[in-house]
């Protein structure tokens, strides 16, 4: 069947071939890639009642592994999955035995001779690389401790409907270098942004993850990383932060909290931004991370980016699946 570009998206043509590849960061999503899949989502957010009625993923199942508890992840995922057409099959930490009393290599062997597709929110990067590598069918990373790759095209998504484009916006990350900021900062890179990345010291992000971001940014200027919350914020248009006590790290909770004062963002700090920012953060939050005013005010997009949440996981689906 011939279509033209505006109805493509509709009838899954595959442009990109990204069918049965399996997502564990962005490294593994070329730019134009990323741009597609950002086509994609913004065409099924316009189109949503057209993709529940052609139904693309008729027939397909997608095994959903979660160490992790989650509210965005899961239920955009099912909410997808369900509107593609195909079924999403919740597997909790209580229900399969990943890695206790069965082997990773197990797991991996058998869901792949069951389901379409695995998504797999986990502690350990090691973990979706084996599913992907032992399963032979496609396996979306939905977070692991080094990447968050669904958050991130999420971020973008948000970040270029409200200013319209991406390349060349300055982003101001402030926090923790975590899982969330690896995403995002590969994604500048691939994407043209600037991001600066303002940490307390010994929370910096990984130093691969650097190095990689500015060997494939246009200029390793890009990407800037520093102590000093002020410096990375100042004229940004878009600040960014996460949780500074992430699933796993409770117990240091009270020590960390501590290090990461002056990295709340409030009216005190964004007062530095450009008049007229944006504020993300993937939620949930604590009001050490963002204060009452900042999160619910005028610049908050929070929403926004939540709801995204659904638009870009329904195109990595549809075109993995």
Known sequence: ????????????????????RSLLSLKDLTPSEIRFLLDEAKDFKK?????????????????????KRSTRTRVSTETAMAELGGHALFLGKD??????????????????RFVSGILARVFDQSDVETLAKESGVPVINALSNSFHPLQALADIMTI?????????????????????????????AKMGMNIHIATPKGYEPDDEVIKYAKEIAKSPKQIITSNNPIKAITSTKVVVTDTFISMGQEKEAEEKIKKFEGFRVDLDLVKYADPNFIFLHCLPRHKEEVSDDVIYGSHSVVFDEAEN????????????L
């Open 1 to 20: 069947m011939v279509v033209n570009k505006a109805e493509y998206y509709l009838y899954g043509v595959n442009l990109m071939n990204l069918k049965g």
């Open 47 to 67: 189109n949503r009642l057209k993709y529940i009625e052609l139904q693309p993923l008729k027939g397909k199942t997608l095994g959903m592994i979660f160490q």
């Open 95 to 112: 229900d399969i035995q990943l890695g206790v009393n069965e082997s990773l290599y197990d797991t991996a062997v058998v869901l792949g």
């Open 160 to 188: 270029e409907e409200h200013l319209g484009k991406l390349e060349g916006i300055n982003l101001a990350w402030i926090g923790d270098g975590n899982n969330v900021c690896h995403s995002l900062t590969l994604a500048a």
């Open 309 to 320: 949440r659904l638009h870009t996981v329904a195109a990595v689906l549809k075109n993995v």
